[in-house]
């Protein structure tokens, strides 16, 4: 589900449930989450979002401005970034000889995509044999909204950025995409078989909704 608002596109994350009203959540990482009563029209979700559209912009927009801020002194000798979920100096991941600042986001950006492909295909294998599912397609992208997704035509992607966050978390990601080429929604049969293979994912989504904004270039 992309949806316009302005010069943004938007791909909400849906989560489906027995609840009375329509919802829209925004983490501290910038991720979309809209919470809908079961069986709610996708027009009706869209809508919703185009309704709020003004002060979901401009609340991402913020976001982004001090998440930019935030991060200006980083690139310096001192400067630290998450990988795997622990706080490395940039040149324990990078080379930054005669590098700027824009060549030095640009290596550890490719650091990024190349460590989160090796570590999901490697994780993802056992999950596969676990729930004897097959995506058609694995792929790591860049996206501001989603952690990652499923296509109908059972193509998986998965944000770069998860390299930063802990293995146990990337773990819930996969499972949670893997499920989907079960269940393509978010209702019951979806948790239900999520929650079989990990009890505590409850705990993995909090995880990223709260600390998801320090994973961030």
């Keep these: 589900m ?10 909400p994350h849906v989560v489906y449930g027995p609840r009375n009203k329509l919802s829209i959540h925004i983490d501290p990482a910038g991720f979309v989450t809209v919470k809908a009563p079961n069986g709610t029209a996708e027009t009706a979700i869209v809508n919703a979002v185009l309704q ?55 290596r550890l950006k490719k650091f990024y995509f190349a460590s989160c492909k090796k570590v999901i295909l490697e994780r993802i294998k056992g999950y596969q044999q676990q729930l004897k599912v097959t995506p058609k ?8 909204t989603k952690w990652g997704s499923c296509s109908s035509a059972k193509q998986l992607t998965f944000n770069y950025r998860l390299a930063m966050a802990p293995v146990e978390a990337i773990d819930y990601v996969i499972v949670h995409e893997l499920c989907h080429l079960v269940h393509m929604n ?22 990223l909704q709260q600390y998801g904004q320090a994973m961030t270039l």
């Design 137 to 144: 397609s694995v792929e790591i992208v860049e996206s501001a």
């Design 52 to 106: 709020h559209g003004e002060q979901i912009a401009a609340r991402l927009d913020a976001m982004e401005k001090a998440r930019d801020a935030s991060h200006i002194r980083e690139y310096e000798d001192h400067g630290k970034f998450l990988h795997l979920g622990r706080y490395y100096r940039l040149s324990e991941l990078i080379d930054t000889e005669s590098a700027g600042e824009e060549e030095l986001k640009q």
């Design 186 to 207: 978010h209702d019951r049969s979806f948790w239900r078989l999520v929650g079989s293979v990990m009890p505590d994912y409850k705990k993995k989504e909090a995880f």
């Design 2 to 11: 992309n949806i316009q608002l302005g010069n943004r596109i938007l791909t």
